[in-house]
């Protein structure tokens, strides 16, 4: 490195991500005279050619394939050092990922979930036909951009399938599968099982081969999430594992009113425990998701009359759109003629992704960063519904555009019982959607967030999502503690508690309660610590004193009888 150039050609400039592997930089490619990101892999995880190879998988993966919906990886190589710097030249990518938008933003709508999706099976579908499987599909790894848009035809371009570290050729385990994220570069072979466990097919989380239909599975889960903005399977890793191997495919219906059973069906096909019960390929889950819109004005329009069928061709006032859900950051094309609207790929789905798609926000410059979020109600929002005939694209009226104009803060109702939150939130102009329950320490229906978060703004009736306590919580494991100390970690758990003497093991601390650790109990339950008593001290032992030993019942033997001594 000299003149702070990487490879005696990259200058870094600001840090743009960091994961547990490597580190991503916006940087000036010197030699082509333009602005790429360089990922530069974690000097401790350098150690030799197995980590530098494993590392540089993903540059072999990316480059087997040349697609619009896929991040183009340009170069890679070794740089001197002490260890080397190991770096890999990627296309830069303007926008934020699936997760961070959901989070910020909201579930997305029925028609930007449609089109996100789209590209994200073709970016699939066109990794497969290059024999490679992606193995990590997940909402981190997929990003949205500023200049994306999608053609008349159902084509999305500005959508990018990202982060091919895990990816191989199809039938491999993932046991071991990466020696940088198993910790093992040197014996990959005995490292576990690799994967994001949220979103990871049974097959890939057993240790089985992986092919093209776990990259399905994975997709399913991530739409779910999209969907949802929750992952399908919540919990400890452990309980989510089981989920993955045992659980019925969960069903975004049930998380969230208004998504059509034709959505619902993708989904839970797609996320099959068996392999060969899921879709065939991604091309199949690609037909199945356009079947979502072209269905017309049948079972989509019967389940959510105002979801999938908003039309909105031009931009109102300030760049706001009123949408469904969260709308992405996508430009508007424009529309099909009337004669395009034939049940053919994409009839529907061009205007829908010109109504939801319109640039509400405007990504901001990095991987993770986006302007205020605007979700909104999924079910009621304004305007006019395409129906089976052709007709054009009308033009916000003016009632729509002061209905979009109108702004509400989200307030913050953490703390609040969830009667007084909903109150809190519709005196707002808002519309209470989801409660969830988490396990924690608070009290039962205490609201611990919003989603989207307290002061972001919104338009008016736009969904607020609430996460409550559940009013349960896991009893702490105290064994071994004090019983000060134990009682202490109790009361943070939420529980009361009482000692109790009794128990094996060490005199003075805890040796087991009631309930057990792990186990689940409402919280101000008490929880009885059993506490062994102090050993009680031994009299010494005394001098015994000296018994008279008792006349024996037995007869003795007489001594035999001798004569007098003669004269």
Known sequence: MSDGLIAERFRLRKLRGSGGTAAVFEADDTRHGRRVAVKLLHPHLAVGPVAWEAFFEEVRAAQAIAHPNIAEVYDAGLAPGDPPVAWIAMELVEGVTLADHVRERGPLTIADAVAVFAAVLDATGAAHAGGVVHRDITPSNIMLTSSASADADGTVSGIRLLDFGLADVPGRTTRGADPLLSGAASEASNAGVVASVPYASPEQLLGEAVGEASDIYQIGATLFFALTGRSPFEGETAAIVRAHLSAPPPVPSARRRGIPPALDRLVTTAMLKRQQDRYTDAAAM?????????????????????????????????????????????????????????????????????????????????????????????????????????????????ADTAAVSARRAVPDVRGLTVDEAVSTVERAGLTVGDIGRDDGPAVRDTVLASVPAAGNEVHAGAVIALRAASGLNTVPVVTGMVPAEAQGALTTAGFSSRVAVGGFGVPGVVAETAP???????VGSVVVLRIPPEASATPSASASPTLTPLPSSTPTDMPPATEPPRP
């Open 516 to 522: 057990g650790s792990g186990q689940v109990a409402a």
């Open 286 to 398: 690609r037909a199945a998701l356009d079947a979502v819109i072209d269905v017309g004005p049948g079972e989509a329009r019967t389940t959510s009359p105002t979801v999938a069928t908003r039309v909105y061709r031009t931009r109102l006032p300030g760049g706001d759109v009123p949408t469904g859900g969260s709308g992405l950051p996508l430009a508007a094309t424009p529309g099909p003629s009337p004669a395009r609207f034939s049940h053919t790929r994409g009839a529907w789905r061009a205007p829908l992704i010109a109504a939801g798609l319109i640039a509400a926000v405007t990504a901001a410059a990095g991987w993770s960063a986006m302007a205020a979020s605007t979700p909104e109600n999924p079910i009621a929002t304004a305007g006019a519904a395409v129906t089976g005939t052709a007709t054009s694209a009308p033009s916000a009226s003016p």
